[in-house]
């Protein structure tokens, strides 16, 4: 597609329910990542797929977290039992390659989850 | 832990002058370095990525890069209300696999 495109835009869930956001990348992005952004505050780090290679999963922040992506195409990230402190805005990117001299990411509008 | 500092502002500047954005970072393995624009409620979109120490200049937008002193800089001249928003630095790992590490941002307002 044209840009990074993410699913839902919006969703409100009760605490202890299972969500799924989902990315489409860039077509022929071969690396994903997702970014959480709590209200006013920064970017955090969350997962990052390169093509069929292992996952980083250093920034995901509890075994609540799992992210899946099959090979270069849709990624799935899975909050299990939501807690109100994982209302937040979650950003995929993508990129042609890991972020290296000249090779930017692009953001997706973002999934806002909001917890109550 | 690789950390990319901002001052989060607010930063005011009057329209028409130059706006001063600095970043510090830590990770001397990083090699290249990003400016995204915030505005509020909507995802990062990239203004300059630049990886050369010195200035880069895209229309009024200018990175400068200082890979001894850690330091990387956005300067907005002819400031404009539209340039209102929450400029995020990153910088990208070097030898490492965890794409970009952002500051927090600093948050710019251009006073009309």
């Known amino acids: 597609g044209a840009g990074v495109s993410q699913s839902p835009s919006n969703k409100v869930t009760e605490k202890g329910k299972d969500v799924e956001l989902r990315c489409d990348p860039i077509?022929?992005?071969?690396?994903l990542y997702w970014y959480r952004q709590r209200l006013g505050q920064g970017l955090e780090f969350l997962i990052y797929f390169q093509g069929n290679s292992a996952p980083d999963k250093s920034g995901l922040p509890s075994d609540r977290f799992s992210a899946e992506r099959t090979g270069e195409s849709v990624s799935t990230l899975t909050i299990q039992r939501t807690q109100q402190e994982d209302s937040a805005v979650y950003l995929c990117?993508?990129?042609?390659?890991?972020?290296?001299?000249?090779?930017?990411?692009?953001f997706g509008e973002g999934s806002w989850l909001t917890v109550v | 832990q690789k950390e990319v500092e901002q001052n989060s502002g607010p930063l005011s500047v009057p329209e028409g002058a130059i706006a001063s954005l600095n970043c510090t970072y830590s990770d001397r393995g990083s090699q290249s370095f990003f400016w995204y624009r915030q505005y509020s409620g909507k995802s990062p979109e990239l203004i300059m990525f630049i990886y050369s120490n010195g200035d880069k200049e895209d229309g009024r937008f200018t990175a400068q890069l200082n890979k001894a002193s850690q330091y990387v800089s956005l300067l907005i001249r002819d400031s404009q209300p539209s340039d209102s928003a929450t400029y995020l630095c990153?910088?990208?790992?070097?030898?490492?696999?965890?794409?970009?590490?952002f500051g927090k941002g600093t948050h710019l307002i251009i006073q009309p």
């Open positions: 990117a993508s990129s042609f390659v890991r972020a290296v001299v000249g090779n930017t990411i692009y």
């Open positions: 077509s022929g992005h071969t690396a």
């Open positions: 990153a910088g990208d790992s070097g030898g490492g696999a965890d794409g970009l590490t």
